[in-house]
């Protein structure tokens, strides 16, 4: 069954940039949504087609998508961004849904 | 307000049936798909299915294909996910969610989440 690929763990300072890739076959022709959850919570949705910010997200988080990538950009960094980020896009065919392992953001 | 509201925590036997409810409320029920997430204990999140209340049209993951089953009650804005037979292996938060109209393929809004417990 179909795929999606992210790294286990980013880490980075407060203030600086973290970028959270996700690979998949479908993404050239598929969009990419990113999820964020905290511990105990249910998860946010907090970029969709790629790069659209829902409301009430703030501006530091971008998103971008080429190839068979998509990237979840964190700029400026702060202690609030620790959290789960898990990717989700469906298979070639849309006919359904995937979701990412899931990516540790630490704010060290 | 716009939200979906999860029913309660369930502890069951092994081989037990259960059939956990998802209501939503403050918006049009029967015009937004609903789908259902598993997320075991420490783990990540995996997609179910999901079904379109209106003429309850319903899509599996491969994965969860005859494991489970999805089903809605438009009249009374309620998605359900039910098994017939519960294994260890099921125990995990269970959450519902909602397709919105306007961010493509994704959840745009999510239940609290109804913890499952199989146990002998």
């Known amino acids: 069954s179909y795929k999606l690929t992210q790294p286990p763990s980013v880490s980075v300072s407060p203030g600086q940039t973290a970028r959270i890739t996700c690979s998949g076959d479908?993404?050239?022709?598929?969009?990419g949504y990113w999820y964020q959850q905290k511990p105990g919570q249910a998860p946010v949705l907090v970029m969709y087609?790629?790069?659209e910010r829902p409301s009430g997200i703030p501006e530091r988080f971008s998103g971008s998508s080429s190839g068979t990538t998509v990237t979840l950009t964190i700029s400026g960094v702060q202690a609030e961004d620790e959290a789960d980020y898990y990717c989700?896009?469906?298979?070639?065919?849309?006919?359904?849904?995937?979701f990412g392992g899931g990516t540790k953001l630490t704010v060290l | 307000e716009v939200q979906l509201v999860q029913s309660g925590a369930e502890v069951k036997q092994p081989g037990q049936s259960l059939k956990i409810s998802c209501k939503g409320s403050?918006?049009?029920?029967?015009?937004?798909?609903i789908g259902w997430v598993r997320q075991m204990p420490g783990k990540g999140l995996e997609w179910m299915g999901i079904?379109?209340?209106?003429?309850?049209?319903?899509r599996y993951s491969p994965s969860f294909q005859g494991q489970v089953t999805i089903s809605a009650d438009k009249s009374i804005s309620t998605a359900y996910l039910q098994w017939s037979g519960l294994k260890a292996a099921d125990t995990a938060i269970y959450y519902c969610?909602?397709?919105?109209?306007?961010?493509?393929?994704?959840?745009?809004?999510w239940g609290r989440g109804t913890m499952v417990t199989v146990s002998s």
């Open positions: 969610a909602r397709r919105g109209q306007t961010a493509g393929d994704s959840f745009d809004m």
């Open positions: 403050g918006y049009d029920f029967t015009t937004s798909w």
């Open positions: 079904i379109y209340p209106r003429d309850s049209d319903t």
């Open positions: 479908a993404l050239p022709n598929k969009y």
């Open positions: 087609k790629d790069s």
């Open positions: 989700q896009s469906s298979d070639s065919s849309g006919t359904y849904w995937v």
